[in-house]
């Protein structure tokens, strides 16, 4: 059975990404040609390979290699990682914003402030989704406190 830590683990490094990317974006028509564009030795090339496989996120039909489900939904994943890392400055400016003023704006301009900067529709609904967690946070928290001390 595949877990989460060695699913993460073999794609975890530089090289390892790569292939798993090459694989999935089907550029994996010759070992050889993919061996020198990734600078691999055949060796890490296969034991890499190897690993992908492992983790249950390659498989190798007929000499050729291509995604499992698995592979399919962490590459998936790995895109969406890739997209808010894009989005890095962006996010640490809306942290500052939101941090300082957390408590003092109401939902509406928090949602402004994030839909201004950012362009992304789906990182637009987490964060704007998570401001209203943390608005109605001390509500609940406030309500836990008398529960507790009655």
Not at 66 to 83: A, D, P, R, V, W
Not at 105 to 113: G, N
Request: charged letters at 25%.
């Amino acid at each position: 059975m595949v877990s989460t830590s060695s699913v993460i683990s073999a794609i975890s490094d530089d090289k390892a990404l790569s292939l798993f990317k090459a694989v999935a974006l089907s550029e994996n028509d010759y070992s050889n040609l993919l061996i020198s564009k990734l600078r691999l030795s055949r060796r890490q090339y296969y034991s890499t390979m190897m690993a992908l496989m492992d983790a249950d996120l390659v498989r190798r039909i007929s000499g050729r290699y291509s995604l499992t489900s698995l592979g399919k939904i962490m590459f998936n994943s790995y895109l969406k990682i890739e997209t808010a890392t894009k989005y890095y400055w962006k996010l640490k400016a809306i942290d500052s914003i939101l941090t300082s003023a957390i408590s003092e704006l109401p939902v509406q301009e928090c949602t402004r402030i994030i839909d201004n900067i950012i362009d992304n529709d789906e990182i637009k609904a987490i964060l704007n989704s998570d401001t209203r967690k943390q608005k109605e946070q001390p509500k609940h928290r406030s309500h836990l406190k008398e529960v507790l001390i009655h």
